[in-house]
């Protein structure tokens, strides 16, 4: 199946700084992708989907000032957590989707962030 | 919108017997389903999908699935588990509609013990 890359797989970072997590796929261009969030025992929450050259669609109750997405590219979409909380540690994991109407979505290996 | 209901929060199971995991998702024209496993801190492995054709859908690791229209289910089988299927079981449906995320449904751990 097709590769997505996520990238750090951790980080930790003091409050009130700024974080990336990165998200590539590598053999496909990915025209859609997503980004979830996930508390410890929990499911995947959706936060928001971010298409190629547009702006992101978030999710009711998520901060867009805060989780600042930019998908610049087919293959790249990054994800901000800005002036971060340690409320805002988690588990962020992406998405994509090549296109089409029934692609299945390849998901990133996620990224665990502790803020301090 | 689209929901997932998954019945068992935890399945604990001995090595070698059977086990099903539950799905339930809310009603919709045209549905697409999926069964992921998550290992601790690590993403999510697709196990199998039904998108459309035969209902009863063959995935890795020895697992399948059958698509119930009527019942809205799509419950997760293995006839004989091993202590390495222990993980984290998520749900999950799409409308299909491109662009549109799959929801997830809230997961089942199972736990498989010799």
């Known amino acids: 199946g097709a590769v997505v890359s996520q990238h750090p797989s951790w980080v930790i970072c003091k409050s009130g700084t700024s974080v990336k997590i990165e998200c590539r796929s590598l053999d496909f261009q990915a025209t859609t992708m997503f980004w979830y969030r996930q508390f410890p025992k929990q499911s995947l929450m959706l936060m928001a989907t971010s298409n190629e050259g547009s702006k992101a669609t978030y999710e009711q109750g998520v901060e867009k000032d805060k989780f600042l997405i930019n998908h610049a590219s087919l293959t790249l979409s990054t994800l901000t957590v800005t002036s971060a909380h340690p409320e805002d540690s988690s588990f962020y994991i992406c998405s994509a989707r090549a296109g089409g109407m029934d692609t299945e979505a390849f998901f990133g290996q996620g990224t665990r962030l502790t803020v301090v | 919108a689209q929901s997932v209901t998954q019945l068992d929060s935890q399945v604990p199971v001995f090595e070698e017997a059977p086990v099903e995991l539950r799905c339930n998702y809310s009603s919709s024209v045209s549905v697409y389903l999926f069964w992921y496993v998550q290992y601790p801190n690590q993403g999510l492995q697709l196990l199998l999908k039904?998108?459309?054709?035969?209902?009863l859908v063959k995935g890795i690791n020895g697992f399948e699935a059958e698509f119930n229209k009527s019942q809205t289910s799509f419950h997760l089988r293995k006839p004989s588990v091993h202590i390495s299927d222990t993980a984290e079981y998520f749900c999950?449906?799409?409308?299909?509609?491109?662009?549109?995320?799959?929801?997830f449904g809230k997961g089942t751990t199972l736990s498989v013990s010799s």
């Open positions: 999950a449906v799409s409308d299909g509609q491109a662009g549109t995320a799959l929801i």
């Open positions: 039904y998108l459309s054709g035969s209902t």
